[in-house]
């Protein structure tokens, strides 16, 4: 049986852009990132307590600016 088709989800602050990255909630909480200008390449996947660790240090500027 193959696979349903996932549904990604880009930030509306890139408008049209390709140039941004594009998020996918897995069943179990987790979260898959993939680089919107290649869909079909690598995709990184976080459980969800690595998700939520990077959305609270991302909150708090754990990473600096870009």
């Given at each position: 049986m193959s696979e349903p088709?996932?549904?990604w989800y880009k930030?509306?602050?890139s408008s049209n852009s390709n140039a941004c990255?594009?998020?996918c909630p897995?069943?179990?909480g987790g979260m898959k990132v993939r680089?919107?200008?290649n869909p079909n390449g690598a995709i990184l996947t976080f459980s969800?307590?690595?998700w939520t660790a990077f959305i609270k240090g991302a909150t708090h500027?754990?990473?600096g600016k870009a």
């Open positions: 088709e996932s549904t930030s509306t602050y990255v594009e998020v897995t069943d179990d680089d919107s200008k969800g307590d690595e500027g754990e990473f």
